[in-house]
């Protein structure tokens, strides 16, 4: 194990200003993408041109790893790794390896498109990754490929989730953005489709996460409307969540083929029990998926900061936080908010 050591002075537990705990880090380890899906890289703006992080701007995996057990010192012991898309990392299974061994952490997961996951899987899974989510919004070859910005593939993903699944995964997530007037039909086919697989449904409402994926409240397909769906097709029994600040709300199906999940940010935010940081691959820490600016902490690392002076430099970001962004985003205050930053570089 990694020994983290102990900074001076820090407090057993580590809350901000509404008395939430730091627990989670959500670390994205790339920004590119090999999809372009509209609700968080439309291709007209991220085109071939565009400036991703250099390599020299990224941190490196000895520099995550130097932040990762900052955090650790804090009381984080859930790591959920994201992008961008982090496959396209290829030097991924030795940075899960490393961050597994840091003391604390007890639990690593990962966000993907899942197309890149037949040649990774196993490699995945032996180097400690614990679960996988795996996004896909239809079941239909043609939304599909249209919603992820024509690079996309329905059987690709469905090829991915299947290596999951035979690498030990247990269980596989599976996460479908639904928008009014675009994907809305595949409430049901989603639904059917992961009945009985073994793997867990969530269904997520579209988020007005970061200025560029043209989010209307009108295009909002509440959860409340898709758990109904689903509950007149095959009845849905509800599951006590299995910790403080579980996000998804759990249901399971009253004939034993499983559990689905719904995500309401917009209509039932859950920010009291938020106890999630975001890194971004170029070492900016953000305290909310929805903030307007992150904090530097590559700078500090770079000038030989070590993980205790790292995790004081955490601490004192996160004693102060106020986010409760999703509770407030129809309030003036939040609509006159600075531009906010994109999904793509703190994951979702």
Same mark, same amino acid.
């Given at each position: 194990?990694?020994?983290?050591?102990?900074?001076?002075?820090?407090?057993?537990?580590?809350?901000?200003?509404?008395?939430?705990?730091?627990?989670?880090?959500?670390?994205?380890? !790339?920004?590119?993408?090999?999809?372009?899906?509209?609700?968080?890289?439309?291709?007209?703006?991220?085109?071939?041109?565009?400036?991703?992080?250099?390599?020299?701007?990224?941190?490196?995996?000895?520099?995550?790893?130097?932040?990762?057990?900052?955090?650790?010192?804090?009381?984080?012991?859930?790591?959920?790794?994201?992008?961008?898309?982090?496959?396209?990392?290829?030097?991924?299974?030795?940075?899960?390896?490393?961050?597994?061994? !840091?003391?604390?952490?007890?639990?690593?997961?990962?966000?993907?498109?899942?197309?890149?996951?037949?040649?990774?899987?196993?490699?995945?899974?032996?180097?400690?990754?614990?679960?996988?989510?795996?996004?896909?919004?239809?079941?239909?070859?043609?939304?599909?490929?249209?919603?992820?910005?024509?690079?996309?593939?329905?059987?690709?993903?469905?090829?991915?989730?299947?290596?999951?699944?035979?690498?030990?995964?247990?269980?596989?997530?599976?996460?479908?953005?639904?928008?009014?007037?675009?994907?809305?039909?595949?409430?049901?086919?989603?639904?059917?489709?992961?009945?009985?697989?073994?793997?867990? =449904?969530?269904?997520?409402?579209?988020?007005?996460?970061?200025?560029?994926?043209?989010?209307?409240?009108?295009?909002?397909?509440?959860?409340?409307?898709?758990?109904?769906?689903?509950?007149?097709?095959?009845?849905?029994?509800?599951?006590?969540?299995?910790?403080?600040?579980?996000?998804?709300?759990?249901?399971?199906?009253?004939?034993?083929?499983?559990?689905?999940?719904? !995500?309401?940010?917009?209509?039932?935010?859950?920010?009291?029990?938020?106890?999630?940081?975001?890194?971004?691959?170029?070492?900016?820490?953000?305290?909310?998926?929805?903030?307007?600016?992150?904090?530097?902490?590559?700078?500090?690392?770079?000038?030989?900061?070590?993980?205790?002076? =790292?995790?004081?430099?955490?601490?004192?970001?996160?004693?102060?936080?106020?986010?409760?962004?999703?509770?407030?985003?129809?309030?003036?205050?939040?609509?006159?908010?600075?531009?906010? !930053?994109?999904?793509?570089?703190?994951?979702?």
């Amino acid at each position: 194990m990694v020994n983290t050591g102990h900074a001076v002075a820090l407090n057993d537990v580590v809350t901000d200003t509404r008395g939430r705990p730091l627990r989670d880090l959500r670390l994205s380890v !790339i920004d590119q993408c090999n999809f372009r899906c509209r609700y968080c890289m439309p291709a007209e703006i991220f085109h071939e041109h565009y400036e991703f992080f250099s390599r020299a701007q990224r941190l490196s995996n000895d520099e995550t790893v130097t932040l990762v057990a900052a955090f650790a010192q804090l009381g984080v012991n859930k790591l959920r790794i994201t992008g961008g898309e982090p496959l396209l990392r290829k030097d991924l299974p030795d940075l899960l390896g490393r961050l597994f061994a !840091i003391e604390g952490i007890d639990d690593i997961a990962m966000s993907t498109n899942g197309v890149l996951l037949p040649r990774a899987a196993s490699d995945l899974k032996a180097a400690g990754l614990d679960r996988v989510t795996i996004s896909l919004d239809s079941m239909d070859s043609g939304t599909f490929k249209h919603m992820s910005g024509g690079r996309g593939s329905l059987e690709a993903v469905l090829a991915g989730l299947e290596a999951a699944l035979a690498a030990g995964f247990d269980p596989v997530k599976v996460n479908a953005v639904i928008e009014r007037d675009r994907n809305e039909d595949q409430i049901l086919p989603l639904a059917e489709r992961f009945r009985h697989s073994g793997c867990v =449904l969530r269904f997520i409402e579209f988020m007005d996460v970061g200025t560029r994926n043209a989010w209307r409240r009108a295009d909002v397909v509440s959860s409340e409307h898709i758990l109904k769906t689903i509950d007149a097709r095959w009845p849905l029994e509800p599951v006590a969540a299995a910790y403080r600040g579980e996000v998804a709300r759990r249901y399971r199906y009253a004939d034993g083929a499983g559990e689905v999940g719904f !995500i309401t940010s917009i209509t039932q935010p859950f920010c009291q029990d938020c106890t999630r940081a975001r890194l971004s691959a170029d070492g900016h820490l953000f305290t909310c998926l929805f903030s307007s600016r992150g904090h530097d902490l590559k700078t500090a690392l770079r000038a030989g900061a070590t993980p205790a002076d =790292l995790a004081q430099q955490i601490q004192s970001v996160w004693t102060v936080r106020e986010d409760a962004y999703s509770e407030t985003r129809m309030s003036p205050r939040a609509n006159a908010a600075p531009e906010r !930053i994109e999904m793509f570089r703190i994951g979702g």
